[in-house]
């Protein structure tokens, strides 16, 4: 197998589970407003940091570098085809999980760790509730 960086398959795999999923500031700073919502729901696709079974909705907080935040999102100048397409091939699987979840008939909120770390309380939950009236 070809790698694109210089680091073996168990290498990569350490690095990559290094990353954390969950447990995150952003998720911290979220779980206190999302009252009737389940933190990190299992057995839904996607693993949503949040969902609300009754109202049909799940919660993503997408990291800007592993979800090509529009704003933040620069590619690695090392290895930079390795990234662009790996960041690529995460944003078509969002993509893909959002239309599961409309098959399903739920709705899917994405926020962006940027506006989480950068937002009061109160400014968020008005950006939750609209995007939730949204979709």
């Given at each position: 197998?070809?790698?694109?960086?210089?680091?073996?398959?168990?290498?990569?795999?350490?690095c990559?589970?290094?990353?954390?999923?969950?447990?995150?500031?952003?998720?911290?700073?979220?779980?206190?407003?999302?009252?009737?919502?389940?933190?990190?729901?299992?057995?839904?696709?996607?693993?949503?940091?949040?969902?609300?079974?009754?109202?049909?909705?799940?919660?993503?907080?997408?990291?800007?570098?592993?979800?090509?935040?529009?704003?933040?999102?620069?590619a690695?100048?090392?290895?930079?085809?390795?990234?662009?397409?790996?960041?690529?091939?995460?944003?078509?699987?969002?993509?893909?999980?959002?239309?599961?979840?409309?098959?399903?008939?739920?709705r899917?909120?994405?926020?962006?760790?940027?506006?989480?770390?950068?937002?009061?309380?109160?400014?968020?939950?008005?950006?939750?509730?609209?995007?939730?009236?949204?979709?």
């Amino acid at each position: 197998m070809i790698y694109m960086d210089d680091l073996n398959k168990e290498q990569r795999r350490r690095c990559m589970q290094a990353n954390k999923r969950s447990g995150t500031k952003p998720e911290a700073v979220l779980l206190p407003l999302m009252h009737g919502f389940e933190y990190q729901p299992k057995g839904l696709p996607g693993h949503p940091d949040f969902a609300d079974s009754g109202r049909r909705i799940v919660v993503f907080i997408d990291g800007c570098f592993w979800h090509g935040c529009p704003v933040h999102f620069k590619a690695p100048k090392t290895n930079a085809d390795y990234w662009t397409s790996k960041i690529r091939r995460n944003v078509e699987r969002d993509a893909e999980i959002d239309g599961e979840y409309a098959s399903m008939g739920w709705r899917v909120v994405r926020i962006f760790e940027h506006d989480v770390r950068r937002r009061k309380p109160d400014e968020l939950m008005v950006i939750l509730e609209d995007r939730m009236g949204r979709c």
